[in-house]
């Protein structure tokens, strides 16, 4: 059994105090799709039957260019004996993305945000880089020695787009959580070290707070820089000077509505969900989407069930008050507790946790697994929302992610067929698939050599 000594490295804890969706009946009479990307009425022409749209959907997904922005990885699967050219147990792998047709992927260097007496110190530091950067080496044995002759490393849009047209699968790396980048003596430098070594987006925190940002779990526990921290601001500067997109997924809303006030350049939101309909703090509420819009930039709706779907009021009170019964952080996430030691309880503790959340569970039970076509009515109200410039599609596979229809990357099309199903055209659905995540990427690329190109011109006067 896994020792969880760090709560705050546990993937994605799920949040306890929100608010319920709202009623399906209210969700059917959305008007999803606005009037400049509305997708063709299937009223506008003759019925396909299930055969001739199932038809459709394939061709479509054979000539898009489908990136999915946010896979985790386990480390133990990037060996000789075991890594991801094999079918291993594992979300995504090349086996799975050649049979889902899933093109590109971003595959993620993860930090969790460490609790401990020395996180924020040298030694703590020195523990988040290593991690990190043996990640790095994991995602390019992948590229270079486990695959080389069916995945390449992009390390731009126009890589990208060679690199599909070649017929391979197309690597790109992420890095969840700016911790490893460490302190004031070191951040700045390494934002061009991890360029470098393929980062082509960072988030400047995770489910805690980090010296670069607050964290979006702040609502619940509290804020350590109401926003960005000063060595943050310098952070998003120097992103923008070598073009690495800002990821603002797990950053707190504050976080978010400052980065976009210093950003140059478009940002992303890598894997988030809409907060209307799933009200969550991971998600974002319709003020952060419209700011995303008039930043130029794309939110990427993720396939994370929790983040479609949330508990009823009854069951989020229940769970409230477990936790402070049990002192449990709010960082805890519920589902780790029945496959990992908790600190701070003794085994006979939490046996009786887990006890009690069996009923809890019987009393208040957990909502059904949300869908694909969940997953696309977060789509469509973002869509309805912001255009269909601003919206992208992300899975957070192998890090709780995963839906009915959506499981893995060996399903990707079920994505494509509901987009389909809904009267996406082809060129909408490009879009979503990472049309408008290059977009950015370029525009990304393009305010850095403009910002490189001022510096040394600056510097030969």
């Known amino acids: 059994m896994k020792n969880v000594s760090n709560l705050s490295n546990l993937r994605h804890p799920l949040k306890t105090c929100v608010v319920a969706l709202l009623a399906c009946g209210m969700l059917s009479g959305l008007a999803y799709a606005s009037e400049a990307a509305q997708p063709n009425p299937h009223s506008a022409a003759k019925p396909m039957s299930e055969a001739q749209l199932i038809a459709k959907a394939k061709a479509i997904h054979k000539h898009v260019l489908t990136i ?123 934002v061009k070290q991890f360029y470098e070594r393929g980062a082509r987006y960072i988030s400047l925190a995770h489910q805690g707070h980090s010296q670069l940002s607050d964290s979006n779990t702040g609502e619940q526990s509290g804020w350590k820089w109401n926003g960005l921290s000063p060595l943050g601001k310098q ?69 994370f069930s929790a983040y479609l779907k949330t508990d009823a009021p009854e069951r989020r009170i229940a769970q409230k008050a477990l936790r402070e019964e049990f002192k449990l952080p709010d960082t805890l996430w519920w589902q780790a507790i029945r496959h990992a030691n908790v600190p701070n309880l003794s085994d006979g503790q939490r046996e009786q ?67 389909v199903r809904r009267g996406y055209t082809e060129k909408q659905i490009a879009q979503l698939w990472g049309g408008n995540l290059l977009r950015v990427m370029r525009d990304v690329e393009q305010v850095a050599a403009k910002i490189q190109a001022d510096e040394k011109k600056t510097a030969a006067k």
């Open 68 to 190: 999915d922005t946010h896979n985790d990885i386990d480390i133990n699967n990037f060996a000789f004996s075991r890594n991801y050219s094999q079918d291993v147990d594992s979300q995504v792998n090349l086996p799975k993305m050649i049979a889902g047709g899933l093109d590109a992927s971003f595959f993620i260097v993860y930090t969790g945000q460490s609790s401990e007496p020395d996180a924020f110190e040298a030694a703590g530091y020195k523990k988040a880089y290593d991690s990190a950067i043996n990640m790095f080496e994991a995602i390019h044995r992948m590229t270079t020695v486990f695959a080389p002759n069916q995945i390449e490393l992009a390390r731009s849009a126009a890589d990208v787009e060679r690199i599909h047209a070649k017929g391979k699968k197309v690597a790109l790396i992420g890095v969840e959580n700016g911790y490893p980048l460490g302190d004031e003596k070191t951040a700045v430098k390494r």
């Open 235 to 303: 952070v998003i500067s120097e992103m923008n000077r070598f073009g690495i997109m800002i990821d603002v997924s797990h950053p707190s809303k504050e976080s978010m509505l400052q980065t976009l006030k210093l950003s140059k350049a478009p940002i992303i939101a890598s894997h988030s969900a809409v907060r209307s309909l799933a009200d969550v703090s991971r998600n974002m509420d319709d003020e952060q989407m419209l700011a995303l819009k008039a930043n130029n930039g794309v939110i990427q709706i993720v396939g």
């Open 353 to 419: 946790l887990i006890i009690r959340l069996d009923a809890l569970d019987a009393a208040f039970p957990p909502p059904k697994r949300a869908t694909v076509k969940d997953l696309v009515d977060h789509i469509d109200y973002a869509v309805n929302k912001i255009g269909i410039d601003h919206v992208g599609i992300s899975s957070d596979f192998d890090g709780g992610g995963g839906i009915d229809g959506w499981n893995d990357a060996s399903e990707t099309f079920n994505v494509t067929l509901e987009l």
